[in-house]
């Protein structure tokens, strides 16, 4: 393909895989259509990629089905090796993978740097070393038997990665599920599926074998939903909003395939009066502004006690003016813009929704009037008072933008952390060893960060309850998420009949 405008201006030098990947080839899609992919610093073109649809992803499974019983059979020690070949590949182009997934996604390369691609490289490298330690087990049953419990990859599994996080989700949702020995259709989001089409390449490159990964572009209401619906695929692993959540639920009843979701958040971000502010006001504006707040996880309500609330806030909205917002592949850029012009407009409405509300902006709460700016889709960082019962309390704007609410009591902090019909993310602020600990209990939550936020790891698992979904990404768990046990009875004395009494 032709090197564009864009490639040359963010360091690129050699032409990107823009078609679908299928058996182990870049194709077109069968009805010809394509996409835009838009650049979120200036919304220019950066290029044309290839609109996956229904047939295409019958296409897909039916190579993944062909491809699953080699890969399934093979050696796990030399599928690990080649998750850690891959790990390796990574690194080794990590320079080109940070400056596409800046471009397509708008995050600033210094997080890229620092943080996307060192993470999808170690998720890889992870699972490589535990393809070959998932144990059955041998159950204590009836004398004269043995009975053994083995766990059996599931098949073709279907993964939806969000465009937030599109390189670093490739690997959560990749690395585990190949591991475990499966085969897998991944639809990137159509917006920003450039940094996952590179991966497939990669794949191919280090000797993973055709079909066992085939990667489908395309739009969530056309190859989103023919994945979730194909008979052919054992699991649908989705990472994205509630609602789409429930679609998903609905048309995985066809043939009762596993569902794992990770959906949205509103995470509480709790500061007690003991708090040492210095960190809590830092940790709390990571929590919010990192990616520019497109964070399931993100600490969108900080919880604040009145005797502190005061002092927070007002360094807290000073710290947030300070964030640098400029061109995400400038290493000086501090925050980038959102990733597209469409969820711009959505959090600058939220804006609108929490003055009518009553409630008050404290600082940002509008686009940036910054001439260099103005083309692309960013959102100043947004600090608002309001009541924990608002909309914007309650309800995920998924961008810049945090509110601040106060407590008194212990039991009314809890209250106001649990107030909401999300459970994902939460934090606390405390040098109160026994207030943290009794708080990590009793918040609902799947995940609890105590003086910090935000800290992933790969042997650390990762999800949600209530409206946030359910399953969980990496750590050991997930390898039961992409497995079935299978109890295997043996009747030790073959004379005896089986069914019998002593």
Known sequence: MTILPAFKNAGLTRPIQTKLFIGGEFIDAIAGGTLDVLNPFDNSKICEIAEGRGADVD????????AFPVWSRMDAADRGQLLLKLADAIEANAEELIRLEALDTGHPVRD??????????????????????VEGSLPPVYPGFINYVQREPLGVVGQIVPWNFPLMFTSWK?????AAGNTIVIKP????????LRIAELMKEVGIPDGVVN??????????????EHPDV?????????????????????????????LGGKGPNIIFKDAFLPAAIGGSAWAIFHNQGQACIAGSRIIIHEDVADEFTEKFAALAKSIRLGNPLDPNTEMGPLTSKMHQERVLEYSKIAVDEGGEIVTGGRAPDSAELEKGCFVEPTVVRATIDSRVCQEEVFG??????????????????????????????TQNLSLAHRFARDIQ??????????????????????????????GFEVMHEYTQPKSVWVNVDAQIPPHYER
């Open 112 to 133: 890229a740097r620092k943080l996307d691609v060192p993470r999808t490289a170690r998720c890889f490298r992870y699972f490589g070393g535990i393809a070959d330690k």
């Open 59 to 66: 296409r897909a499974v039916e190579v993944a089905k062909a």
């Open 400 to 429: 810049p933008f945090v509110t601040v609410s106060t407590f008194r009591e212990e039991e009314e902090a809890l209250e106001m952390a649990n107030g909401v019909i999300y459970g994902l993310g939460s934090g606390l602020w």
């Open 445 to 474: 939550a799947g995940m609890v960060w105590i003086n910090s936020y935000k800290v992933v790891h790969p042997a650390s698992p990762f999800g949600g309850i209530g409206e946030s979904g359910y399953g969980r990404e990496m």
């Open 234 to 262: 054992k699991k649908i692993a989705f990472t994205g909003s509630t609602a789409t959540g429930r679609r998903i639920v609905q048309a995985s009843a066809g043939n009762l395939k596993k569902v794992q979701l990770e």
């Open 215 to 228: 990667v489908v572009p395309g739009y969530g209401h056309t190859a989103g939903a023919r994945l979730s």
């Open 189 to 196: 989001a159509e917006i920003t599926p450039l940094s996952t």
């Open 174 to 178: 990749m690395a585990p599920a190949l």
